[in-house]
C-alpha cells in the first residue's frame, strides 16, 4: 500500500477502505507517512469529506493508536462529558459534581486550554493546592470515595489525533465535520468510558459556526458511539455568546462555585442541569425528565457543592477556598458602552481571543498561563444599555496588557437599536 495513492483516491472523491485507514493512520505514529502527505491528505478530507464506515473507521483506528484506559476495577457505568470547546465554558465543573452527587461514576480526565477556548484542567489550578496529576491509584480511590475526580490527561491516549490535531492546526483543517468527530470520539473510546454525554457548541465561538453543522457533527458522534457500543447522547447548545458571565480560569471556577451554592447565571445553571441529566440518564436507564429533578436536588440541597469540596480535599486542595472569592491578578480596566441600545452581537472567539491576549489563554502549547487573568462580562446579547454603562471589567498581570484587550473586546460587539433574537441555551437533543 502507497500514501500517494491512497491521497488520489481521497483526492478523487472515493471511499477509502478501512485498512486503507488504518495504514495511515499507522504511518501517521510511525513517520512513514511523512507530515506532507498526511497534510495534503487532510485538505482532501477537507474539501471531499468522509462518508460514515469511513469516519467510523478513522476514529477506530486512531482510538487505538495508544493506550486505552482500563477503569474496569471501578465497579458500574462510568460517564464522562465532552465540550467541542467555547469560551467561558465551566459547565465541567458544575454538571460533574451534581452527577456524581446522584450517584454517577464520573472519572474524568481534561484537557488544557488552546486557543480562544479554555480548558478545564487550567482551571482547577486556582484552587490552591488541588492536584490534577494523579496516579492510577489516587484516581480511582478518590472516585470511589466521592463518585467523581478530574485529573490532567496522562498515558498515550490516542497518539495518532495529537500528530493530526497538530497537523490540522497549520493547515486550515480543523473544521472539518468528520475530522472533528473521529477526534473527539477517539479520544473518548480509548478513555475507557461506559457512556459520554457530548456537549457540542454552535456559534461565533464554536468550531461549528451554525446550527446545522453542529447538528450533523453531533447526529455522526452518537452514529459512532453506538457503532463502538458505548451510550453517546449529545447536546447542541449556544456559543454565540460566554457561556455565564466570566471568562479565564480563577474567575471562572468562583463562578462556577457561586454556581453550585445556588447563586450563578442562569444560562450557566440551565446548561449544567441539563448535561447532568444526561449523564445520570445515560448511567441509569431512566427517563431524563426524571434525572433532571434529582439534578435540581442534588445541586439545590448543596449535595454537588459537597461533592466537588470533597473532591478537591481528597486530591490536596482547600475546600474552604471554594467558599471564597478568588484572588484575581491586580490590574484591571473596564469597558463602557459608546452609545445606548441593545447589545446586539458578541463575536465570541473574539471574547475568547481577548482573554488570551490578557495571559489568561495560551497561543501556543508551551505558554504560561496567569490563572488571575480573565474578563468578568456585565452585558450581554439581548441586554439594552445606556452609554457609559459599564459593559466588562478585563484583569491581567501588566497594565501594557489591558489597551489592546479592550480594544479586542471593544471591536467584538455590535450595538443597534432594535432588540436583537435572543437563542435559547439548549437547540436540541441527539440521543440513539
Ligand atoms: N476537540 C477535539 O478534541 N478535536 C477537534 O477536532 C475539535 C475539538
Known amino acids: 500500500m502507497r500514501a500517494y495513492d491512497i491521497l488520489i483516491k481521497k483526492r478523487n472523491g472515493d471511499e477509502l477502505s478501512e485498512e486503507e485507514l488504518r495504514f495511515f ?8 507517512v511523512p507530515d506532507y502527505q498526511l497534510s495534503a491528505w487532510l485538505m482532501a478530507v477537507w474539501f471531499r469529506g468522509m462518508t460514515d464506515a469511513e469516519t467510523t473507521a478513522l476514529t477506530l483506528a486512531m482510538a487505538d493508536s495508544g493506550d486505552r484506559n482500563d477503569l474496569s476495577a471501578l465497579p458500574g457505568h462510568k460517564i464522562d462529558k465532552h465540550s467541542t470547546g467555547g469560551v467561558g465554558d465551566k459547565t465541567t465543573l458544575v454538571a460533574v459534581p451534581v452527577a456524581a452527587a446522584c450517584g454517577v ?10 486557543g480562544h477556548t479554555g480548558g478545564t484542567a487550567d482551571k482547577l489550578e486556582a484552587v490552591p493546592g488541588f492536584r490534577t496529576s494523579l496516579s492510577r491509584e489516587e484516581f480511582f480511590s478518590v472516585v470511589q470515595k466521592c463518585g467523581m475526580s478530574l485529573m490532567t490527561q496522562t498515558g498515550n491516549i490516542a497518539p495518532a489525533d ?4 497538530a497537523l490540522r492546526d497549520v493547515t486550515a483543517t480543523v473544521d ?12 473518548k473510546l480509548a478513555s475507557g468510558c461506559d457512556g459520554v454525554v457530548l456537549d457540542v457548541k454552535a456559534g461565533s465561538g464554536a468550531f ?4 446545522a453543522e453542529a447538528e450533523a457533527l453531533a447526529r455522526q458522534m452518537v452514529r459512532i458511539g453506538h457503532l463502538a457500543r458505548i451510550r453517546v447522547s449529545a447536546l447542541i447548545t449556544d456559543m454565540d455568546k460566554p457561556l455565564g458571565l466570566t471568562v479565564g480560569n480563577a474567575i471562572e471556577v468562583e463562578e462556577a462555585m457561586l454556581t453550585l451554592r445556588g447563586s450563578g447565571p442562569a444560562d450557566l445553571r440551565e446548561l449544567s442541569l441539563a448535561l447532568a441529566a444526561e449523564m445520570i440518564a445515560l448511567s441509569s436507564g431512566l427517563e431524563v425528565a426524571s ?9 439545590d440541597s448543596g449535595r454537588a457543592f459537597e461533592t466537588f469540596q470533597k473532591m ?14 478568588f484572588p484575581l491578578s491586580p490590574c484591571r480596566m473596564e469597558l463602557r458602552a459608546p452609545v445606548s441600545g441593545y447589545l446586539n452581537r458578541m463575536q465570541t472567539e473574539e471574547i475568547g481571543n481577548t482573554a488570551v491576549l490578557l495571559g489568561a489563554g495560551r497561543s ?11 474578563i468578568r462580562i456585565h452585558v450581554k446579547t439581548g441586554d439594552y444599555v445606556e452609554k457609559g454603562a459599564l459593559l466588562c471589567e478585563l484583569f491581567a498581570a501588566r497594565e501594557s496588557m489591558l489597551e489592546p484587550a479592550v480594544e479586542r473586546y471593544r471591536a467584538a460587539l455590535t450595538f443597534s437599536e432594535t432588540p436583537p433574537k435572543v437563542r435559547p441555551i439548549i437547540f436540541g437533543t441527539i440521543r440513539e
Open 312 to 325: 478537591v480535599e481528597l486530591q490536596g486542595g482547600d475546600p474552604a477556598a471554594l467558599e471564597k472569592p
Open 162 to 165: 495529537k500528530k493530526l490535531y
Open 25 to 32: 493512520v499507522k504511518g501517521a505514529i510511525s513517520g512513514e
Open 208 to 211: 461549528m459556526k451554525d446550527f
Open 105 to 114: 461514576l464520573c472519572p474524568k480526565m481534561s484537557g488544557r486550554g488552546l
Open 176 to 187: 472539518s465535520l468528520p475530522l472533528i468527530a473521529s477526534s473527539v470520539m477517539s479520544k
Open 364 to 374: 501556543r502549547k508551551e505558554d504560561a498561563i496567569d490563572l488571575g487573568a480573565g
Open 291 to 299: 434525572c433532571r429533578k434529582q439534578a435540581e436536588e442534588a445541586l
